[in-house]
C-alpha cells in the first residue's frame, strides 16, 4: 500500500510539472496577451517635446479625456532632444501592454531614419501605428527688427546677405528644420540653421533677435503673432488656415507646390495586441471627434482626423519616401 502511494505522488507531483511547465512555455511564447480588464495602472504618453508646443496640447488633451472615461490616471512625460529620438527610444523599448503610447511625428516616423546615420530604434518596425491625431500648417515667422513684411522681401534680404541670416527649429530632423532645408533648395538662399530643444527656447530667441526667423508650429507661434510680437510671412501648406486665414502660402507667394506639413500621430511599442490597438484606436477617435475638443484643437491651429491603424501607415511610409529625397539633396547626414 506504501509503494502504491508513493507512486500515485509521483505521478501527481509530475502532472504538476507538466501543467506547470506547458503554461510556462504559453507564456514565453505569447508574454503579453490582449487584457480585457485593461487599464488597471496608469498610462503615461511620452512627448518627445518640451511642453506647450503641438505634441504636448494633444497628449494632455487625450490625458484629460482618457483619465475621466477609463478612470486611471494617464501622465503626459515630456522627452525631448536629438529631433524626438531620445524619447521615441523609451517607447520603442517599452513592452507593448498599452501603459506606455508616443505622440509620433513626422520627424520621427518619417525623416531620422535618413537623417541619422545610427537609430538605436527602427522608426516604423519599432512601433505599432494606433491613429493619426491632427496635423498644423508650420509658418515661417521672422523677428520684426528685420523690416521684411512679405516672403519676396525676406528672399531679397538674404540673397543680399549669403550666410547671415540664421532659422531656428525645434530639433534636427523635424519638419520644422526640413521645411527651411525645402525653403533653401527652393529659393537658392543660404541661411543658417540653429537647431533648439523646442519652441521654449527659440521663440524667445527669435523675439529678441538671436535669430532672424523661425519654422514652427501655427499652432505654437498663434499667440505671439495674434499679439504682435513675431511677424508671419507664410504657412507652408497648400491652402491657408482656417485659424488665421490672413497668412498667405509659399506657393501664393512665387513658390509653387511647397508643402510641408506637422502631422502628429499616436503610437505603441511593437507587438501591441490587436485588441489593445483597436481599443486604443477608438478612445482615440472618440476624443478627438468631441466638439467641444475639435473646437478647441482647431482654434489653436490644429486640424484633428483620427483615422484607422492602416491609413497612418500609409501616411508614414509616403512621408518617408518624400523627405528621404529632400534630405538626399540636401546632403544632410548625422550620427
Known amino acids: 500500500m506504501t509503494t502504491v502511494l508513493k507512486v500515485a505522488k509521483s505521478l501527481a507531483l509530475l502532472l504538476t510539472c507538466l501543467v506547470f511547465n506547458s503554461a510556462a512555455q504559453a507564456q514565453a511564447s505569447n508574454p503579453i496577451k490582449p487584457n480585457t480588464a485593461w487599464p488597471k495602472q496608469a498610462i503615461r504618453i511620452i512627448v518627445t517635446f518640451t511642453p506647450g508646443g503641438a505634441p504636448d496640447i494633444l497628449a494632455r488633451v487625450l490625458a484629460e479625456s482618457w483619465q475621466r472615461s477609463l478612470g486611471v490616471p494617464v501622465l503626459v512625460e515630456n522627452r525631448p532632444g536629438y529631433g524626438g529620438n531620445i524619447g521615441a527610444d523609451v517607447v520603442a523599448k517599452s513592452d507593448p501592454d498599452g501603459y506606455t503610447l508616443l505622440i509620433g511625428t513626422v520627424g520621427i516616423h518619417a525623416i531620422n531614419g535618413a537623417l541619422y546615420d545610427k537609430m538605436s530604434f527602427h522608426p516604423i518596425n519599432d512601433f505599432t501605428p494606433i491613429s493619426f491625431l491632427a496635423s498644423t500648417p508650420n509658418v515661417l515667422v521672422v523677428n520684426k527688427k528685420l523690416g521684411v513684411t512679405s516672403l519676396h522681401e525676406l528672399i531679397d534680404l538674404a540673397k543680399a546677405k549669403p550666410n547671415e541670416l540664421t532659422f531656428g527649429s525645434s530639433g534636427i530632423g523635424t519638419s520644422l528644420h526640413m521645411s527651411g532645408e525645402l525653403f533653401k533648395e527652393m529659393t537658392g538662399v ?20 538671436r535669430i532672424s526667423m523661425l519654422f514652427d508650429n501655427l499652432s505654437s507661434s498663434l499667440p505671439l503673432i495674434k499679439a504682435g510680437e513675431v511677424q508671419a510671412l507664410a504657412v507652408t501648406t497648400l491652402k491657408r488656415s482656417p485659424a488665421a486665414p490672413e497668412i498667405p502660402t509659399m506657393a ?12 502628429f500621430s499616436l503610437m505603441a511599442p511593437a507587438n501591441l495586441p490587436p485588441a489593445l490597438q483597436k481599443r486604443l484606436n477608438t478612445l482615440t477617435r472618440q476624443t478627438l471627434n468631441q466638439p467641444e475638443v475639435r473646437n478647441k484643437l482647431l482654434s489653436s491651429g490644429l486640424e484633428p482626423a483620427p483615422g484607422s491603424p492602416q491609413e497612418l501607415s500609409k501616411l508614414i511610409q509616403s512621408e518617408t519616401n518624400k523627405w528621404g529625397r529632400v534630405i538626399y539633396r540636401s546632403g544632410a547626414k548625422l550620427e
Open 190 to 209: 543660404q541661411i543658417r540653421h540653429i537647431p533648439y530643444k523646442g519652441r521654449a527656447q527659440s521663440l524667445p530667441d527669435l523675439i529678441s533677435g
Open 252 to 263: 501664393e507667394q512665387g513658390l509653387p507646390g511647397f508643402e510641408a506639413t506637422s502631422w
